[in-house]
């Protein structure tokens, strides 16, 4: 299974020339574990965003927004009405945007 935020997390490692041996240390992983993640076989904890975004010198927000775009995904991709359902999330998430926006 491949995931959004593991291609973007190969290509900036890749980028930086950065072994995954020495990101997996920081995160106090596994080699073997920290390849599962870029694989998409395994998720990051959310925590672990912020620190790869440091050593990535990557946008954290963006990092985020594929982390857990690979969240939803994952959730509804078996769904016959995957696009409905986005929708849906997507028109509540509006709704509650504007109400909090009022308060």
Known sequence: MSSIFGNKLKSLREEKQIPQR???SVLEIDTATYCKIEKGDRRA???QITILSELLQADF????RLWSADKVYEIIADEDEATQI?????ESIVRYQRKTAKV
Do not use: D, G, S
């Open 86 to 90: 986005l929708n849906l999330v997507a």
């Open 61 to 64: 927000k963006e990092l985020l």
């Open 22 to 24: 020495q990101l997996a």
């Open 45 to 47: 904890k959310r925590e």
